[in-house]
């Protein structure tokens, strides 16, 4: 009904600012246009500046200067690269399926652009005369937009692995489309102790709904969940397997020769980091909100302020991913499937159910004794489980220990190359026995 | 629904003229403030389009603003850059050694078997987000709590089978 709608329309503009679902829709095309453009703007500049920042900030981790050649700081670096494989030849080789070859970098790029629409930037603001809210769109399912966008690009991954006719390639495709796709799982339960506290999947209701506390504080368990599930969702390293560079060449992009099809993978690689860096500022960090100590202050949600507090939160969170980039090292492939289907999915299986009846008892006081009974059993069963397979992991652990201790007498029996140590040059797999 | 219906009887003549009446009148008599805010204002009719759909419109016109972009550097690209095929550049790459035998190898299974697990994980999710939004609105009390942790359960059933099948290590 648009009355109703006016009335809240109404009602939030003067209250506080905050943006809900019924603020979208009203804008005029012209506004649209602008706020669109700005957001393109931003995507852009921000893969340029964002690799630069990347570069420069990994590369004082490990001691070192950085790209520092092209312009001041070597801030055009990126600039450079860009215009550099705009210009390249593109090798297409007479191997490769055509038609995937050449959609297979659209298809990672333009979902990428599209799942960052709904990460609001801000409140309602005044844009050019205009009270607008700082978002392009919100969706009654903006969240789930996320997580399709997301699935949608692995069909790009995957397809120009395959497409590419090269083992390599094609190993890289598989592993990303098991990875992505066993960390979106995960990654959808975190989301839900979210929409339990905040009853939408609206991203501008979801920052509304974080006034008092930010559910980074509230629901901890989730974004620790979320944190690793970035890392695996954006083929971030520890997680970044399917191009694991060691082992498979380039992965799904070996076939790609530095052109401006390599530039639009690696842009919508970028984008995605973007994404889950942004996400994870709406959904847990509190959006636009400003932080606790600025917070007091009652100007800090208004007008443009709290885009400063976005962009701050964000680079933060990004600069988070590089930092774990510099510190940890590349996990096993059997190590983060186990991490992801073991440990990541059951963990927020459990947690959700202890939300849920903690939340019961909340919300409907009258069935209390009943709420903190399942509470109860739910901490329990999940102790018991826990404790199950932690002697399970303890036991394995020892043995490992023992094997890793007898190890140094057997470099006797290996075949040895002049006194060099050789890898093993006979096993079962290599005769097929595996494949049966 | 639209009214618009009414004045073209003549160019739907697939649908008979009675009915086309009918839908008319219903329209005219159940959607009275609606019909009424149609009549004040094309305006209001836009902003009840803007309101929901107007939403996904926008993400189907950034769609294809995003597609127009890349296909606009891509061939942008290829009207600038050069384009020298020889035989060796356009054998595949793979690690710079010279490729032997088919490029598509037979692949593991076991990632198919993670794909398979995935559509299961994926429907019990999108089961969870409409349950999650409507848990604390009012009359949904114990009963969706319990009902989505037999749910649960069944869906904790199903991993713990595919664990104890050793589906979920990877040998």
């Known amino acids: 009904m648009p009355e109703e709608r006016k009335g809240r329309h109404v009602m939030a503009g003067v209250l506080a600012a905050d943006p809900t679902l019924a603020d979208f829709g009203e804008d005029p095309l012209w506004i649209i246009v602008v706020k669109a453009v700005m957001l393109f703007l931003f995507l852009a500049l921000g893969v340029m500046f964002g690799v630069w920042f990347e570069r420069k900030l990994i590369s004082r981790m490990q001691d070192r200067y950085g790209p520092n050649r092209a312009g001041r700081f070597g801030l055009l670096q990126s600039v450079a690269d860009a215009v550099k494989m705009g210009l390249k030849e593109d090798i297409l080789p007479s191997a490769v399926d055509r038609v995937l070859y050449l959609l297979a970098p659209v298809i990672m790029v333009v979902p990428a652009f599209l799942a960052f629409s709904v990460v609001p930037f801000g409140p309602v603001v005044e844009l050019f005369g205009v009270r607008t809210p700082l978002q392009l769109v919100d969706l009654p399912v903006a969240v789930l937009f996320v997580l399709a966008m997301g699935a949608v690009s692995v069909y790009g991954v995957v397809l120009a692995g395959w497409s590419s006719r090269s083992p390599y390639a094609l190993l890289g495709g598989l592993r990303s489309a098991a990875q992505v796709v066993s960390y979106e799982i995960a990654m959808g339960l975190s989301f839900v102790a979210v929409f339990l506290f905040a009853g939408t999947l609206s991203t501008s209701e979801i920052v509304r709904a974080q006034e008092q506390v930010w559910f980074a504080v509230l629901l901890i368990p989730s974004f620790l969940v979320y944190v690793v599930c970035m890392f695996g969702e954006a083929a971030r390293i520890p997680f970044d397997l399917p191009e694991g560079e060691g082992e498979l060449v380039g992965g799904f992009q070996t076939e790609y020769s530095s052109s401006l099809k390599f530039a639009l993978i690696m842009m919508g690689e970028y984008l995605h980091t973007f994404t889950a860096a942004g996400v994870a500022v709406t959904l847990f960090l509190g959006g636009w909100r400003a932080p606790f100590p600025v917070s007091l202050w009652e100007g800090a949600g208004q007008g443009w302020w709290p885009v400063l507090w976005f962009f701050l939160k964000f680079v933060l969170t990004f600069a988070f991913i590089v930092w774990v980039r510099a510190s940890l090292p590349r996990v096993r492939y059997d190590q983060l499937m186990s991490l992801g289907w073991k440990v990541l999915i059951p963990v927020s299986l459990a947690w959700i159910l202890l939300v849920a009846a903690v939340r019961n008892v909340v919300v409907n006081e009258g069935d209390r004794m009943l709420g903190i009974g399942l509470g109860v059993i739910i901490v329990i069963g999940v102790l018991a489980v826990w404790m199950r397979f932690d002697t399970v992991a303890q036991r394995r652990r020892e043995a490992l220990g023992a094997q890793v201790e007898a190890e140094p007498e057997e470099p006797s029996d290996e075949r040895a190359a002049g006194g060099f140590p050789v890898p093993p040059l006979d096993l079962p797999h290599y005769h097929g026995v595996s494949r049966s | ?171």
């Open chain 2, 1 to 171: 629904m639209s009214p618009i219906g009414v004045s073209d009887e003549g160019s739907a003549p697939s649908v008979p003229n009675a009915i086309v009446r009918r839908r008319a009148l219903a329209h005219r008599q159940a959607g009275g403030p609606e019909a009424a805010g149609y009549r004040n204002a094309g305006r209001g009719y836009d902003r009840d389009m803007g309101g929901y759909f107007g939403s996904y419109a926008l993400v189907v016109a950034l769609f294809a603003i995003g597609v127009a972009i890349v296909a606009g550097a891509l061939s942008g690209s290829r009207l600038l850059r050069p384009s020298r095929p020889t035989a060796e550049k356009l054998t595949t790459y793979e690690c710079g050694v010279d490729p032997v035998g088919e490029g598509w190898a037979q692949s593991q299974v076991r990632y198919y078997v993670f794909t398979y697990l995935y559509v299961v994980f994926a429907v019990d999710a999108v089961f969870l987000f409409p349950w999650a939004t409507v848990f604390a609105a009012p009359g949904f009390g114990m009963t969706t709590l319990v009902e989505m942790f037999l749910f649960l359960g069944f869906i904790a059933l199903g991993i713990v089978y595919a664990w104890r099948k050793r589906v979920l290590s990877w040998t």
